[in-house]
């Protein structure tokens, strides 16, 4: 657990996409696709990626390794006043209209070493996809669920109720739809190596749906048998 520098790790869609089928096997192509556009909006298709962070998550400095980098954010706009007010030498408006301009919304500026500007660092792409998806399983749950079925539309709505971005529903959705409509273009090999639809159930192994057709087989055949005795009486 310790601070790092923000080493810059940019990686291709086809790169994470194959990462995001190894990690999470039978993974439909649809929920690759939403996977893909999630992570190419946070990190500008991989290339403002910093130290293998998938999503851009933030810490606390209080486990794993952190680094801080400059970021914007879009908060409310008593939010930002609130941050400017109290720490003006790492917290400025983005854009000097919305000092002025009356939107509920602002984009703000925040500069290191503001808690805001703190990130989680990772050792390896592998490490930063399976802290990404262990993430959104546990924090994120229903957002995870509308991706696992494919719902865009779903998907953006859950994740603002859950708290995962500070823009408008209209916003996020604008930009993450722009995005999906070209991941197909940035990662032909990831999309053509995902199966169509989910090709098994999330979190079971083909060995354990063996089993379970094995106990149902054992199930039918005793049913049967005590069928035939209670017949011969």
Same mark, same amino acid.
Request: aromatic share 10%; hydrophobic share 40%.
């Given at each position: ?118 990130? @989680?660092? /990772?050792?390896? =792409? %592998?490490? &930063? ?8 399983? !546990? ?75 094995? @106990?149902? /087989?054992?199930? =039918? %055949?005793? &049913? ?8 011969? !009486?």
């Amino acid at each position: 657990m310790a601070r790092v520098d923000a080493t810059p790790t940019p990686v291709t869609a086809d790169e994470i996409g194959l990462e995001f089928l190894r990690q999470v096997p039978g993974l439909s192509r649809t929920s690759l696709r939403m996977l893909l556009a999630h992570w190419a909006s946070e990190t500008r298709w991989g290339q403002s990626m910093i130290r293998f962070n998938v999503g851009n998550k933030k810490s606390a400095g209080t486990s794993g390794d952190w680094c801080f980098f400059s970021c914007t954010e879009v908060v409310p706009r008593a939010t930002a006043e609130r941050l400017i007010d109290s720490d003006p030498g790492h917290v400025t408006f983005e854009h000097a209209e919305d000092a002025e301009n009356g939107k509920a919304n602002v984009e703000i500026r925040i500069e290191p070493e503001h808690p805001w500007s703190r990130f @989680a660092a /990772f050792p390896s =792409l %592998a490490a &930063g996809v399976a802290d990404y998806l262990a993430m959104m399983k !546990r924090t994120f749950p229903s957002s995870w669920d509308a991706l696992l079925s494919g719902d865009e539309q779903s998907y953006a709505e859950t994740l603002k109720s859950e708290h995962y971005y500070t823009a408008s529903v209209e916003d996020y959705q604008r930009l993450f739809l722009g995005v999906l409509a070209s991941v197909d273009r940035h990662a032909p090999a990831a999309i053509a190596a995902a199966p169509e639809v989910a090709s098994a159930p999330f979190g079971s192994s083909p060995q354990s749906g063996s089993l379970g057709l094995a @106990a149902l /087989f054992l199930l =039918l %055949a005793g &049913g049967a048998y005590l069928l035939r005795r209670k017949a011969r !009486r």
